[in-house]
């Protein structure tokens, strides 16, 4: 079965230190991924995403994810955390299919400390 | 923010009755997506739209069922709810054709008393 994990219900970082949400999925093919952003009470907002190419993508906020196939992890990283940057987090991935369908991870909640 | 819009926002309901969530876009994207939220799971995929009158199944589809006689408009509908469906719903819209990100709603809050 088609799956993504977030093994971190939660990850707590100190304002200005780097953070990273991990995630790994097990899809197969090819797979699109992305990232995702909640706030309280809010719809998801999208970050950024890996199609192809550069295994470094870089996103909205200041966050990036580095893409490793022989690992199957897309994790989220940003070098110097914020306040702000505290949400719940999502991994996700759309098979090789042109319906665009995602599977998303259970998410990982990100607390930043000033 | 896309386009999208979803009512109601918040709702109440009994057992058994029939509920209809709607989402309304504005960008007259092919692709809508009913996805729903609980605590431990993530986002499930309910139904989706890849065009007026096609529809298909998604991971959590029992219980629920969708239309679409417009570009703009998708319905989801609880023939009859179930306490097992409080949930916040989500809609998403993906415009294809080489984008691949889908844009969220900003949710209804359904509980099923």
């Known amino acids: 079965a088609q799956s993504v994990a977030q093994p971190e219900d939660q990850v707590n970082v100190a304002e200005g230190n780097p953070l990273t949400v991990k995630c790994t999925y097990s899809v197969s093919g090819n797979p699109y991924l992305f990232w995702y952003v909640q706030y309280p009470n809010r719809g998801l907002q999208f970050l950024l995403k890996?199609?192809?190419?550069?295994?470094l993508v870089k996103g909205s906020y200041g966050f990036e994810a580095e893409f490793n196939k022989s690992q199957t992890s897309f994790h989220l990283k940003k070098p110097s955390a914020l306040v702000s940057d505290s949400a719940l987090y999502f991994c996700?991935?759309?098979?090789?299919?042109?319906?665009?369908?995602?599977?998303f991870g259970q998410g990982t909640t990100l607390q930043v400390k000033p | 923010d896309a386009g999208i819009t979803q009512s109601p926002r918040h709702k109440v309901t009994e057992t058994g009755t029939p509920v209809t969530l709607r989402c309304h876009q504005t960008?007259?994207?092919?692709?809508m997506y009913w996805y729903r939220q609980d605590p431990g799971h993530g986002l499930r995929l309910i139904h989706y739209?890849?065009?007026?009158?096609?529809?298909d199944k998604g991971e959590v589809s029992d219980g629920y069922s969708v239309s679409r006689s417009k570009t703009e408009d998708f319905l989801l509908t609880l023939e009859s709810a179930t306490s097992s469906q409080t949930s916040v719903y989500f809609c998403a819209i993906n415009g294809g054709g080489g984008q691949y990100e889908q844009y969220f709603g900003p949710g209804t809050r359904l509980t099923v008393t």
């Open positions: 960008e007259n994207h092919r692709y």
């Open positions: 739209s890849y065009g007026v009158k096609d529809t």
């Open positions: 996700a991935v759309s098979p090789p299919s042109n319906t665009g369908k995602l599977i």
């Open positions: 890996y199609i192809t190419g550069d295994n």
